[in-house]
């Protein structure tokens, strides 16, 4: 990095929150993804006035910037594929405000998610997206990705949640979206317009959300099925029953079996194994709605139906779930953790075209995923070493994405389309799309310094 520059960084965030040590550099090369690519400076700004700065400075200069959370991201969002400036907003870590008479909470964007959530509890209250990152990855990292999870079926994800934001240009102008009121129509939606834009239209440096109460109790099941269309099945009855489970996860066969062989758990291998999960303030009321949805996992051949007693109980029955990724991720050496979303009747007819996919291609695509809202996880697995599997990958990763667009879905339900999903965008959205897609960019970023190369933006 040219000294002057480097000189001029340093005067605005201080010596001791910049660094360009080969160490820093390299640790921000990636994030939880496959992809990489080293920056040249990393810089930690701790307000509002140095980002300002550092973006008329970057601006000026034609300098690459992009914004980082946690470094999470699994589709290559937060690596600077244009080199330039990490600008790392983890020690931005401040809940400002918990206003419950106002149901609403503002937070600078380094706060994690889980602190956010341990925050609200002592109020009866929560915030519901839940990624299953949420021990590590950033509020801020969320809004960029528009964070979903279990919860998204009954809860939504972060959009649902984001009323107001304070956004940094790439110019350095500070710009005020929202306001702290639960509706408004006052004029352009522009919060929502950078909730999902993955910091390639300004860096969030404040966040208004919503909050909810916290329904105090929850029933959890877990149900096996010999056959993947019956489990699909029960998974469409449960959704127009009226019921609105909590949470309502899948975990496949080839998921099972990974388990299976690395942990002592001894889980059934079948086709599917669902986990749901009911809440509400009575016993009544949580049972009520359990017990609708049993009696409809035992009508589509469910081949054994565990209700959890208690707390312990239900933790057990969410084991299979919640251990898959970190399984999956210990005995592979190269992973694509996709994230595709089906209209709910599609869900069947997605889950078996992935097991044909990966049965075709001879990959291993082990598949968890959110069911109660379409969106499902296959993970394809491979060793980045071996030439011809990764043919193999290429060419069902392809098959994969024109399956999802075929049956009406769409490339990501809560990841993000990063440098990870770039070759696939023209599957979805058609040149009058990407056309405003790319205008919207110029008009804030007319120099493409922020987070430069993703989603497909650049011609
Ligand atoms: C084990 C594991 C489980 C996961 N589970 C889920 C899940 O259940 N649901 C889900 O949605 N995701 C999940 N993810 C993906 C990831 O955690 C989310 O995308 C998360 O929102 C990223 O947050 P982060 O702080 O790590 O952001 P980063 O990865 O650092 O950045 C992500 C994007 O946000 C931008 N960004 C970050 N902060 C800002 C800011 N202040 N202003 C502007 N742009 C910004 C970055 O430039 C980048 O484009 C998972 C990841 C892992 C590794």
Known sequence: MDTTIKQSLEEIVGEENFSDSLIDLIAYSKDASEHHHRPDAALWPVNTEQISAIMKLANREKLP?????????????????????????????????????????????????ADLDRALSPYGFFFPPDPASGSVCTLGGNVATNAGGIKGAKYGTTKDYVLALEVVLPDGRVLHTGSKCMKSVSGYDLTRLFVGSEGTLGVVTEITFKINPKPPLVSTAMATFEKLEDA??????????GIIPSALEIVDQQTLIAINENTDLGLPV?????????????????????????????????????HAEGKEEAEALWTARKSSYGVVARINNNLLVEDLAVPMSK???????????????????????????????????????????????QEASTELFEKVIELGGTLTGEHGIGLAKIPFMGLEHDEISMDIMRSIKRLFDPDNILNPGKMGLEE
């Open 65 to 113: 910037v992009v914004p980082r959370g946690a470094g999470t991201s699994l589709a290559g969002l937060a690596v600077p594929e244009q080199g330039g400036i990490i600008l790392d907003l983890g020690r931005m870590d401040k809940i400002i405000e918990i206003n419950i008479e106002d149901r609403l909470a503002v937070v600078q964007p380094g706060v994690i998610y």
């Open 232 to 241: 699909g099945r029960a998974v469409n009855q449960i959704m127009y029953s």
């Open 270 to 306: 079948v086709e599917a194994l669902l986990v749901a999960e009911t809440d509400g303030h009575t016993k009544e009321e949580t049972e009520f709605q359990m017990q609708k949805i049993i009696s409809i996992f035992k009508s589509n051949n469910a081949t054994t139906v565990k």
């Open 347 to 393: 869900v069947p007819d997605m889950l078996r075209a992935i097991s044909d996919i990966a049965g075709k291609h001879d990959v291993k695509m082990p598949t968890v995923g959110h069911v109660g809202d379409g969106n499902l996880h296959p993970v394809i697995c491979f060793d980045g070493t071996d030439p011809d599997e990764v043919k193999r990958v």
